[in-house]
Antibody, heavy 121, light 107 residues
């Protein structure tokens, strides 16, 4: 069974930092591009960042470029998102999301349960 | 970025109704479109990819169509479990974008 479990969320002050982690299991993590997608409470979905299966290719939404860093550890089947210079508008549920193992840019076939990040003073 | 526009934003329907949700892309995306269902407090669930391919295990009352810039999600004979929010998403390029969502409510 595919499982994606996020951790590391919580309350942080504006300008602060937080690191999210995602533990993957039930599939060959090495074969899949991975992503972070967020959703502000009561709002729609926003793609945040993606990383290719090998970690070679990395992309960010303009809204987080220069502040967030995505990374992965294929030996530990884990995905991370380092979030710096956090703003109130970064408050959202953050989902760890998998793409199918077809390569290229793709849709999202499995989602974690999500973790809440709240940026407030 | 490619903008995705969904309509309507909210839809009131009854059990048994046929429901259609439309998604329009700001530029052509071939058939690189997915549909997701989301219930309150849960992550989105993939329903359809490549505009019309149904994910295994998704009921056949769900169907998708379209290509280029115009797409539709149709639910024939709406069931109680289908009351939820639905999102389209383009994956024509790395900057994946979603529609703003359609909430299907009980009439």
């Amino acid at each position: 069974e595919v499982k994606l479990v996020e951790s590391g969320g919580g309350l942080v002050k504006p300008g602060g930092s937080l690191r999210l982690s995602c533990a993957a299991s039930g599939f060959n993590f090495n074969n899949h591009n991975m992503n972070w997608v967020r959703q502000a409470p009561g709002k729609g979905l926003e793609w945040v960042s993606s990383i290719s299966s090998s970690g070679t290719y990395i992309f960010y939404a303009d809204s987080v470029k220069g502040r967030f860093t995505i990374s992965r550890d294929n030996a530990r089947d884990s995905l991370s998102l380092q979030m710096n210079s956090l703003r109130a508008e970064d408050t959202a549920f953050y989902y760890c999301v998998r793409e199918p193992d077809y390569g290229g840019t793709d849709y999202f076939d499995y989602w974690g349960q999500g973790i809440l990040v709240t940026v407030s003073s | 970025d490619i903008q995705m526009t969904q309509s309507p934003s909210t839809l009131s329907a009854s059990v048994g109704d046929r429901v259609t949700i439309t998604c329009r892309a700001s530029e052509t995306i071939s058939n690189w479109l997915a549909w997701y269902q989301q219930k309150p407090g849960k992550p989105p669930r993939l329903l359809i990819y490549r505009a019309s391919t149904l994910v295994s295990g998704v009921p056949s009352r769900f169907s998708g169509s379209g290509s280029g810039t115009e797409f539709t999600l149709t639910i024939t004979s709406l069931q109680p479990d289908d009351f939820a929010s639905y999102y389209c998403q383009q994956y024509d390029n790395y900057s994946r974008t979603f529609g703003q969502g359609t909430k299907v409510e009980i009439k």
